[in-house]
């Protein structure tokens, strides 16, 4: 049987797209089913990141293509939708006009296509956007704001109609009406200009570093939030050094004490979860792929120190909503043992009925070993909890300063 695409609007779209990607294996992501710890971890020390996000400038674009549709007439949803893409993808090609070879331009390599790309920077950034208190109309989806601007603005047109002489001004009357209206009700960003596009740059100015600097800031816990405090201290020396999550153990004494102790956490829990991805690697492989092979033979030794290093207490007190999903908590308890033991066998059982548990006899691919490229790594190394993506952030913000 053939399945069919009803083309609806971009809003249908994107949650049909949202609901695909909880539906659709991810191998590179979480074979393993440890995603809502590996998350909730990545939420406490970088929120409002993702590991789409590639550049700082667009936690500005997007409001201000927003306060361009917010002026617009138009108040019918789809079309404002439609538009608001449109005019994401004019960003693309102003950016890429201007810096053909600089990294993180979002749709690059789509601009030739036909269709664009299927997630947009707004769709990207909507999550920060709303953490940092940049987008300040509460926790709502980019469609339900669209809505809800369409309304006040279809509310504004009726009112004149009606002979409301008080919404008949001059244009200029007009716009402030609007900002008093709609934009501040909606955003808070840095002074808005009219004709801002044709003066687009993917890097912040030294105004907009320290904009978005202040408010990850003023909205993050500086007690458990490693980007926040990174940024209220001025600490480029470890966005220099520090490489990945791992590389932040040399500064971790320097972060508050709360930081330290989920620091340290999270620490041992990445490491835990590796040993079980190189044992998924050499299973999936039928024991062919030479880097898990080696990888293995570097940590089956210490084996027993990594199982003793995670706190599978602290981890339920620290997620005690989440932990029960899937049996999780109990696979992290029986691998534990099974690492005191030294039990490989075993271990490689309980991973591959793991993997069945959570995605089917036929799916699991270390219920077909060699069927896949042996030589390909499957399922991600040591957890980075969005380290990365925060990093490029931080030195965006960083060099805007200048210093």
């Known amino acids: 049987m053939h399945l069919g695409w009803v083309d609806f609007s971009k809003t249908d779209r994107n949650k049909m797209l949202a609901v695909l990607d909880m539906l659709s294996e991810k191998p590179a992501v979480d074979e393993l089913g440890i995603g809502a710890i590996r998350d909730s971890f990545a939420d406490i020390f970088f929120p409002g990141s993702s590991t789409i996000q590639t550049r700082a400038k667009y936690f500005l674009i997007i409001p201000r293509i927003f306060r361009d549709l917010e002026k617009a007439d138009e108040t019918n949803v789809d079309r404002v939708l439609a538009s608001l893409y449109g005019r994401e993808k004019n960003c693309c090609e102003v950016l890429v006009k201007k810096n053909p070879d600089i990294t993180g331009i979002i749709g690059k390599r789509g601009l030739g296509s036909d269709k664009w790309i299927k997630r947009t920077p707004s769709d990207i950034y909507w999550a920060g956007l709303r953490r940092y208190g940049i987008f300040t109309g509460g926790d709502i989806s980019i469609s339900e704001y669209v809505r809800a601007m369409c309304a006040q603005k279809s509310d504004k047109i009726s009112l004149k109609k009606m002979g ?81 999550f791992q590389e932040l153990k040399p ?33 999936a492989s039928d024991e062919k792929n030479a880097d898990a092979l080696i990888r293995l033979s570097e940590i089956t030794p210490n084996l027993k120190n990594i199982a003793k290093n995670v706190q599978i207490n602290e981890l339920i007190k ?51 070993p060699g069927e896949y490229d042996e030589n390909a790594w499957l399922g991600g190394y040591e957890l980075d909890y969005r380290y990365s993506n925060s990093r490029i952030i931080m030195n965006d913000i960083f060099e805007s300063e200048g210093i």
């Open 164 to 244: 409301n002489h008080n919404d008949n001004n001059d244009s200029d009357t007009d716009d402030a009406d609007a900002e008093n209206g709609i934009i501040r009700q909606y955003w808070h960003i840095p002074t808005y200009q009219k004709n801002w596009v044709k003066e687009l740059d993917i890097h912040l100015t030294k105004a907009e570093g320290k904009y978005l600097k202040e408010q990850i800031v003023m909205t993050c816990d500086e007690d458990t939030c490693i980007l926040s405090y990174i940024l209220k201290n001025d600490r480029r020396d470890i966005v220099a050094n520090a490489n990945s």
């Open 251 to 283: 500064y971790i004494k320097c972060f508050p004490e709360a930081a330290q102790t989920r620091y340290i956490l999270a620490y041992d829990f990445s490491h835990f979860i590796y040993a079980l991805r190189v044992l998924y690697n050499v299973i």
């Open 318 to 368: 620290q997620f005690p909503n989440i932990v029960n999903g899937y049996g999780l908590i109990k696979f992290i308890e029986e691998c534990k043992t099974l690492m005191e033991e030294s039990d490989i066998k075993r271990l490689k059982q309980r991973i591959i009925n793991r993997e069945c548990d959570i995605k089917g006899e036929r799916r699991a691919k270390t219920r077909h």
